[in-house]
C-alpha cells in the first residue's frame, strides 16, 4: 500500500452546484488525502459525476453551475483555475464515464494526445512503456483504430490516457461500467497498483461491493448530498448500504 497521511490533497467544502435552476449538489463537503483511494458511491442521479465535472472544470454540453462552497487542492483554491491547468500544473486527470476515446486513431495517437501539456524533456517513451506495462493489450493493439477494440480494452485506453497527462490524482468515473466481471477485475487490480506506486485516486462508482472492495474510504451520495462517510470497511458493514446498494 502506498503511504498515506492525513493532509488532505483535495478538498471539497460546501459544495453547492445548480443546472439551471435545479441544484444538483446541495452543500457537500468531503477530502482526498494524499495517496489514497476514495469512493463515491450512490445511484444513478446522486451527483457523483456532476461533483467531478466540477472539480475538473471540464463541463458537459450543459455546465454544472458552481453556487456556493470551494474547492482546494493542495491547500488553494481551485474554482476559477481553467481546465487546462487542472491538466498541466496540478496534475489531475479524468478518465470519464463512456470514456469518449477517439475511436478514428490508433491506441498510440490516443495515448500521444495525452501528452500535450507535458513539459519539455518529458520521459515520455518511460511512460507509455509504463501504461504497456499495466495495460498489455493496449500493447498488443498499439496500432488498431481505437473503435476496434473491446469494450474493456476501450477503458484501459481511457484510463492510459489520462496516465499519459502526466497525472498524479486520478479521478475515474464508473470505470466498471460494461465490463465483464473478468475485465472488470483486470481494470481495478491495475488501478490499484497505480495507488501503491503513489498515484491518489478518486472513484466514482455504482458497484458499491467493487468500489468498497478497493478503497480506503468511502462517501454515500443521495439526491445531492452525502449522508454516509466513513472508512470502506466500516461501509461495507452499515446496513443501510447492505440493504440498498450490496443486495442484503
Do not use: W
Not at 455504482?206 to 461501509?235: C, M, P, V, W
Amino acid at each position: 500500500m502506498s503511504d498515506r497521511n492525513t493532509t488532505p490533497l483535495l478538498e471539497v467544502k460546501d459544495l453547492e452546484v445548480k443546472y439551471g435552476n435545479i441544484t444538483a449538489l446541495h452543500g457537500i463537503s468531503f477530502t482526498v488525502n494524499q495517496g489514497e483511494i476514495v469512493t463515491l458511491i450512490g445511484a444513478n442521479g446522486a451527483g457523483k459525476t456532476t461533483t467531478l465535472h466540477t472539480i475538473t472544470r471540464l463541463p458537459p454540453p450543459e455546465a454544472p453551475r458552481l453556487t456556493g462552497g470551494d474547492i482546494l487542492f493542495d491547500g488553494k483554491s481551485i474554482v476559477k483555475t481553467e481546465p487546462h491547468d487542472v491538466v498541466r500544473k496540478l496534475h489531475c486527470a479524468l478518465a470519464p464515464e463512456g470514456r469518449h476515446i477517439f475511436g478514428n486513431l490508433t491506441v498510440m495517437e490516443n495515448l500521444t494526445l495525452a501528452t500535450y501539456s507535458r513539459e519539455k524533456g518529458a520521459d515520455l517513451e518511460k511512460d507509455y512503456n509504463e501504461v504497456f506495462d499495466l495495460f498489455p493489450r493496449l500493447a498488443e493493439r498499439r496500432h488498431q483504430r481505437s473503435e476496434s477494440l473491446s469494450g474493456g480494452e476501450q477503458q484501459m485506453l481511457a484510463v492510459g490516457r489520462a496516465l499519459m497527462s502526466g497525472c498524479k490524482f486520478l479521478m475515474l468515473d464508473e470505470p466498471s461500467m460494461g465490463l465483464a466481471p473478468l475485465l472488470m477485475y483486470d481494470m481495478f487490480r491495475a488501478l490499484k497498483q497505480l495507488n501503491q506506486e503513489g498515484i491518489t485516486i478518486l472513484l466514482v462508482e455504482q458497484n458499491a461491493k467493487l468500489a468498497l472492495d478497493f478503497a480506503h474510504r468511502g462517501y454515500l451520495l443521495e439526491t445531492g448530498e452525502i449522508i454516509l462517510s466513513g472508512n470502506a470497511a466500516e461501509l461495507m458493514e452499515d446496513p443501510d448500504i447492505h440493504k440498498a446498494y450490496l443486495g442484503h
